[in-house]
């Protein structure tokens, strides 16, 4: 969101904004299907949502996550806990009564963005803003400091009421967002990092930074974690590219040996079957439409791959009638045998938003409907998107929740993340907290019989 490393991506985004409002460009493919909400924008925190979805529950941020810039950011889920990631640290919510959740710790850990993500008795934030030191006592620092930290943080989350911090390890230019691949037996887990960069005259993000970071965790003894290799994945890339390097995303899918990473300006596929040496198999672009490449989802069989594009950073108005529904949106690609990427169609939320309010396409994740391809998705101040792509050149929302603008003075709020967790909605809030929504379809009731122990978003598991 405000991150320094990011900003030159987003003045170009912004600058491809502009001609998008201006004259907005028609589909290449199908156009998403037609708005069906109500008419107008919502009042202020005015909330709206289709018949088939509801607000069951909401845990609004609280002491010590409370100050201005004090954002929800990522999630993940673990038997009946929900972590929930923070600007300021990260919250754990028992949600063993998905209507009734409570905060049962809040741990004060600052770093931008602090995504989370867990595994066993272990969770793991990422930091991209450089700190003073790697400790949760540590302030901002000086990206040019020899000693200034980000990277990854290593917390035991065995007593989900009282998080212990265990481990740092400094990554390449920090890390951005992490995706939790399972290693060859159950002693090991690999992280790899995704990171922005680089950044010019500072020693921990040198240019060209055309790679990811792996990071090994030994389960048994979470303390010896480590960098363990830095694969390159835009080494031909051409040389006027190099200022734009790293990922933002990578999602895995290990049952595939396959992994999709959206990386600023490229959607790439990995073969991940040796997991610290992937191969880079393809790599997409689509220089009309997409700007920032934010994220990746496989649909269930792993024959699709749904990339998003973060127009604007998240912070610009980018669901307004003037913008092109290719932009800042979702795109489909059929995955073929061949592993090869197939551009099918574009899906974007059909509810018009205002100016005041930051919109795009943000994290998601399947909604585990057997025999059809169904994702759940925040946009920010749109809402919560429930979308079905399984005709991938015509996909069409079937649910959605959303608010109103935010209180005048407030310019960057609405759902960070949305995921579909044993039957329930939960949305990371970015000022309002946890929300908990239910959804109540035919398309999608199957998915109620499917129970998960545990999920990150970004390491899909087949259903």
Known sequence: MSRPRLKAVLVASVLLLAPACAEPAPSPTAAPTAPTAPTGIPGQDEIRHSPNMKVVANVPLAAPFDGPDDWGTDMAFQGRYAFVGNYAGFTVHDIGDPEHPRAVARVECPGGQNDVSVSGDLLFLSVDEPRTDDTCASDIGDPAAAGAWEGIRVFDISDKAHPRYLKSVRTECGSHTHAVVPGRDAGTVYLYVSSPGPEPGT?????????????????????????????????????????????HDITVYPEKDLAAGACFGDGVLLD????????????????????????????????????????????????????????????IYALTPERRLVRQGYFKIPRAQSAEENCVAHNGSLVPVPGRDVMVQGWYMGGVSVWDFTDSAHPQEIAYFERGPLAPGLHLGGSWSA???????????????????????????????????ELNAQSQRSY
Not at 229 to 234: C, G, N, R, V
Not at 275 to 300: C, G
Request: aromatic letters at 8%; one cysteine or more; glycine letters at 10%.
């Open 419 to 453: 995921y579909y967790y044993n039957g329930y909605i939960y949305s990371s809030d970015i000022t309002k907290g946890l929300d908990v929504l239910r959804i109540d379809d035919p398309r999608t009731d199957p998915a109620k019989a499917v129970r998960l122990e």
């Open 272 to 331: 991940i079957s040796d997991p610290v040496r992937p191969k880079l198999l393809q790599t997409v672009r689509d220089e009309e439409n997409f700007s920032i490449w934010h994220s990746a989802t496989f649909n269930n069989e792993g024959t699709k791959v749904v990339f998003s594009d973060e127009m604007g950073g998240g912070m610009a108005a980018t669901c307004l009638p003037s913008v092109s529904a290719t932009k800042g949106a979702d795109a």
């Open 203 to 247: 020693p921990n993000c040198p240019p060209p930074h055309q790679n990811i970071s792996i990071v090994e965790v030994p389960v048994g003894d979470p303390g010896k974690a480590r960098v363990v290799a830095k694969p390159e994945l835009f080494a031909g890339r051409p040389a006027g590219e190099q200022a734009r390097g790293g990922c």
